[in-house]
């Protein structure tokens, strides 16, 4: 268990529809990391927070928005959703913002666009 | 952009036998580099990084890795494997714009 928690654990949906996914840092950590996990993609990046700012963006489509909140939870909301969105969603934390912090990731939110 | 190439999709070893999995990225400027493991259903764990200083980057469960500047490579190696092994293995590069970029990931499976 690497402390970080997401919820919901699965999530199906219809097309064109809105969800929204929750992250839960460990204890103590200020950055959070989103990335996509799918099979056409792999595993890429989508974007990074540090204490409720945005820190770095990678390929998060623009249906796509993120925020970090004050007590350090994020949520990533995707929108008019496509059959193309259907991947597993991870969340990371870390103590800080730079490489030398090891992110702890979270188990992931499979989301289905039907 | 980076890109980060894992030249073998799935990697078969037999369980004590040495294992590498191969790792290039596409820009020789400053990166930082990392291997992650994935096991069934769950989210991915850091093996080790590498940031700067020495070439050898030894990290958990026995795994080590060599950054080789002038081949763009970071290797994954293990002296011996054991069953527990089996996972994906996912390298990943972090330029100084923290942009992150993964490669497509080796099946390691150990056949005992």
């Known amino acids: 268990d690497s402390g970080v928690t997401q919820t919901p654990k699965h999530l199906i949906t219809a097309t064109g529809q809105r969800v929204t996914l929750r992250c839960s840092p460990r204890?103590?950590?200020?950055?959070v990391y989103w990335y996509q996990q799918s099979l056409d993609q792999g595993l890429q990046f989508l974007i990074q927070?540090?204490?409720?700012?945005?820190?770095a963006k990678g390929n998060i489509l623009e249906r796509f928005s993120a925020q970090q909140f004050p007590d350090l939870h994020s949520e990533l909301n995707l929108s008019s959703l496509e059959l193309g969105d259907s991947a597993l969603y991870f969340c990371?934390?870390?103590?800080?913002?730079?490489?030398?912090?090891?992110?702890?990731f979270g188990p992931g939110t499979r989301l289905t666009v039907t | 952009a980076q890109s980060v190439t894992q030249l073998d999709s799935q990697v078969p070893v037999f369980e004590e036998a040495p294992v590498e999995l191969r790792c290039n990225y596409s820009?020789?400027?400053?990166?930082?580099l990392f291997w992650y493991v994935q096991y069934p259903n769950q989210g991915l764990q850091l093996l080790l990084k590498?940031?700067?200083?020495?070439?050898l980057v030894k990290g958990i469960n026995g795994f080590e890795a060599e950054f080789n500047k002038s081949q763009t490579s970071f290797h994954l190696r293990k002296p011996s494997v054991h069953i527990s092994d089996t996972a994906e293995y996912f390298c990943?590069?972090?330029?100084?714009?923290?942009?992150?970029?993964f490669g497509t990931g080796t099946s390691l499976t150990v056949i005992p």
């Open positions: 990371a934390s870390s103590g800080g913002a730079g490489p030398s912090y090891e992110q702890y």
């Open positions: 204890s103590g950590d200020l950055s």
């Open positions: 927070y540090y204490n409720g700012e945005e820190r």
């Open positions: 820009s020789s400027v400053s990166v930082y």
């Open positions: 590498y940031l700067s200083g020495s070439t």
């Open positions: 990943a590069v972090r330029d100084t714009g923290n942009q992150f970029y």
